[in-house]
């Protein structure tokens, strides 16, 4: 609209007001008024379909159409223009009812003349100037407040950018829209969202040389272009956006909190050749948000790559334990083997000799020495069977096992061993019910050293050991709870480590190998210990599959 040329359309059924209001309009000789008249409202609707107006007059009562509801038809049909009810009743009512809904302004035929009337086009057209600035406000204000919240909380924020510079373009009535981003590998740009043209276009410009086009001359200058009236203005840089029909473009840098170049955004429309400086602003502070996304995508992505690090050094860290335990054991068995070979034989020949003189003699000194020289031959043939074991354990024989036989066997084989007489409670009755698969010959043997370590941790035999079991769904757990020394919290770390024991005699690979059977069997073993109070040894394993 020119300040002299006011384009109205007046809706008036009766000849006569029309003149009236049309001969008041003419006596305003400053003003310059283009006039429509239609007398129904279906003909307005139509003429408002094809033609611009700055500002309707119109009367309620029509022809096809009577009272509010004729201004809410008209309204309705184009909501940007101002709307001025004349009427021909003095009714505060009606006039009050019209503008809570869609009129600007209401007057009363027979109460104005060609001032009142000027001026009130005049206001009601500024006035929905100014509530539409208001409203464009609100509408920026919710799409940027919105979407920040939305680029915080969402998994996807590629895809926030997306809808975000959709919306963009629609609320600044942009056709096109381009997010172009630096790629360190290569140092170019390279097109990561877009809108407006084909696929097949965007494969040819999906990769741009620094300085080349408007895009490439921000990402290397790292400054605003704005480029306006694109049709009459030459500029090869703006070659590219012409052929696509833009006539207003305008790119923004993404920038780094430093003030690096990450990328570009841009929107061009078809429309109209210049852009409001309000339009550019909102470009900026969508740019500003997008910047933000692309930070926090790096940050995800640098956050993905150190934890795949993480994990690749953490099973770097297991196979070389992993390696470092077989090359333990092959020593070991190496020392087993030298062990079994290098002591066994004379260990035999004592044993033999010790039998040859017990049947020779009845010398109760002479007896009792043998029974120390037979024990100490045995604890050493022991020593020697936990290295071969240790170094050799092999791939449980898995069958049917009756799990609750196989530990009374151990319990009463340990009771008849043990130097002190400790009592022990039994409560695994669950056990009788229990399927389990597994090797009763290494099983025996967890439950044995077990078994063994509760009742030499209990001082002169004044306690007790107590023998549960708990059902844990797919597992069933035996727990073996003595009320002995304990172990210190800083030896609970070392207890499953080759060779280390708190006893003054052992190998100290009891419970290494306890612990590696277990694992075959896919169950575990945990030991929970207080020092002066006791410790509990739980051993999990899986039941038989029914």
């Known amino acids: 609209m020119e300040r002299n040329n006011i384009q109205i359309l007046i809706i008036e059924d009766n000849p006569a007001d029309f003149r009236l209001v049309a001969e008041m309009l003419k006596e305003k000789s400053n003003l310059s008024f283009h006039i429509t008249h239609m007398q129904k409202v279906s003909d307005a609707r139509k003429a408002l379909e094809s033609a611009s107006f700055d500002v309707i007059l119109m009367d309620l009562d029509l022809p096809d159409s009577q009272g509010l509801n004729s201004l809410e038809l008209i309204a309705h049909s184009n909501l940007k223009i101002p709307i001025i009810v004349l009427t021909g009743l003095d009714d505060e009512d009606v006039g009050t009812q019209a503008i809570q809904g869609h009129a600007n302004d209401y007057l009363v035929k027979g109460q104005i003349n060609s001032n009142s009337l000027s001026r009130s086009i005049r206001y009601s057209i500024e006035r929905k100037k100014a509530e539409s600035v208001i409203q464009r406000n609100l509408d920026r204000f919710e799409l940027l407040s919105t979407t920040a919240s939305e680029l915080l909380q969402s998994t996807e924020p590629q895809q926030v950018v997306n809808s975000l510079c959709r919306k963009v373009m629609e609320h600044l009535d942009c056709h096109v829209f381009f997010n172009f981003l630096v790629d360190e590998k290569t140092g170019r740009l390279h097109l990561n969202a877009f809108d407006g043209i084909s696929e097949e276009e965007a494969k040819r410009v999906e990769w741009l040389d620094y300085g080349a086009a408007v895009c490439g001359c921000v990402a290397r200058d790292g400054r605003r272009i704005v480029s306006e009236h694109i049709p009459t203005t030459p500029d090869v840089k703006t070659d590219l956006v012409k052929s696509y029909g833009v006539k207003a473009y305008a790119c923004h840098p993404i920038l780094e909190p430093s003030g690096k170049v990450m990328g570009t955004l841009s929107f061009g429309t078809t429309s109209k050749e210049t852009f409001r400086e309000s339009d550019l602003a909102l470009m900026k502070a969508v740019t500003d ?170 001082p002169n035999g004044n306690g007790e050991v107590v023998v549960t079991s708990r059902d844990k769904g797919n597992f069933i757990s035996i727990d073996i709870k003595d009320n002995g020394i304990g172990i210190p919290e800083g030896d609970i770390e070392r207890i499953f480590d080759p060779f280390f024991t708190t006893k003054a005699k052992g190998t100290g690979l009891g419970l290494s190998v306890c612990k590696q059977i277990i694992k075959l069997h896919n169950g575990t073993v945990d030991i929970n210990s207080v020092v002066g109070q006791g410790t509990t040894v739980s051993i999990t394993l899986p039941k038989q599959v029914q």
């Open 289 to 458: 948000q997008v910047a933000i996304a692309i930070i926090r995508m790096h940050d995800e992505q640098k956050l993905q790559e150190n934890q795949l690090e993480i994990a690749r050094v953490q099973i770097l860290r297991e196979t070389q334990k992993e390696l470092d335990r077989t090359k333990r054991l092959s020593d070991i068995g190496t020392l087993a083997a030298t062990v079994a070979h290098e002591l066994r034989n004379p260990l035999a020949a004592i044993n033999i000799t010790s039998a040859v003189i017990k049947r020779k003699t009845s010398d109760e000194a002479i007896l009792k020495h043998l029974h120390n020289i037979e024990k100490s031959v045995s604890e050493s043939d022991q020593i020697i069977n936990n290295l071969l074991f240790y170094s050799k354990i092999k791939n449980p024989h898995l069958q049917n096992l009756d799990i609750y036989s196989v530990l009374e066997e151990c319990i009463s084989h340990t009771q008849e061993r043990a130097k002190n007489k400790v009592s022990v409670k039994k409560a695994f009755d669950l056990l009788k019910a229990t399927p389990l698969y597994g090797d009763p010959t290494q099983i025996k043997e967890v439950l044995n050293n077990i078994l063994n370590n509760a009742f030499d941790a209990i």
